[in-house]
T-cell receptor, first 118, second 111 residues
Framework: EPEVTQTPSHQVTQMGQEVILRCVPISNHLYFYWYRQILGQKVEFLVSFYNNEISEKSEIFDDQFSVERPDGSNFTLKIRSTKLEDSAMYFC????????????????FGDGTRLSIL | LAKTTQPISMDSYEGQEVNITCSHNNIATNDYITWYQQFPSQGPRFIIQGYKTKVTNEVASLFIPADRKSSTLSLPRVSLSDTAVYYCLVGENNAGNMLTFGGGTRLMVKP
């Protein structure tokens, strides 16, 4: 079964440094998402992306965050100047294009990147 | 987005059937009900989705009464490996729609 893959599985970065988290969505999917989960807390939406632009973003997704689909397969999340509170699991998700009346496809998640800011 | 309420935790034993109920009193006409499972240090994994009545797949069944104000995820004959957090989500399944996760139900399966 196709999977969303994320790299690295664990990233340790000094506060203030830039970090790029990488995701390879399922190949025929067209909608892409980033979520995060701080240890012991809920999964939180960050941003959705379609047709090379952001569809929706949350309050968490401020100017320090950006997303990009640099080629036909990768989808990246960049944090420009990391803060201690950015430490979390970051999950990428993807979803196929909706077609037809019964267009109720779920989002499929990767296993995340654990980001640790020192 | 419809708010959901589900038990914080449940305990069960291997081989038992587990039913987790989720309340969503303000569900809208276009909303679907979706359940995800999450193991520690892994991403949420889609289990099942439905709109009304009953849906069954190889993993679980989802029961939705006529008023759609609640739903019940049924896991037949659980094993230790079913120990996880189970999330009930309600919302339109449109293209860019974000998922809003609550706290989920932490299911502990004991031997």
């Amino acid at each position: 079964e196709p999977e969303v893959t994320q790299t690295p599985s664990h990233q340790v970065t000094q506060m203030g440094q830039e970090v790029i988290l990488r995701c390879v969505p399922i190949s025929n999917h067209l909608y892409f998402y980033w979520y995060r989960q701080i240890l012991g807390q809920k999964v939180e939406f960050l941003v959705s992306f379609y047709n090379n632009e952001i569809s929706e973003k949350s309050e968490i997704f401020d100017d320090q965050f950006s997303v990009e689909r640099p080629d036909g397969s990768n989808f990246t999340l960049k944090i420009r100047s990391t803060k201690l509170e950015d430490s979390a699991m970051y999950f990428c998700a993807s979803k196929p294009r909706l077609t037809g009346v019964a267009s109720n496809q779920p989002q499929h998640f990767g296993d995340g990147t654990r980001l640790s800011i020192l | 987005l419809a708010k959901t309420t589900q038990p914080i935790s449940m305990d069960s034993y291997e081989g038992q059937e587990v039913n987790i109920t989720c309340s969503h009193n303000n569900i809208a006409t276009n909303d679907y009900i979706t359940w995800y499972q999450q193991f520690p240090s892994q991403g949420p994994r889609f289990i099942i989705q439905g709109y009304k009545t009953k849906v069954t797949n190889e993993v679980a069944s989802l029961f939705i009464p006529a008023d759609r104000k609640s739903s019940t995820l049924s896991l037949p004959r659980v094993s230790l490996s079913d120990t996880a957090v189970y999330y009930c989500l309600v919302g339109e399944n449109n293209a860019g729609n974000m998922l809003t996760f609550g706290g989920g139900t932490r299911l502990m399966v004991k031997p």
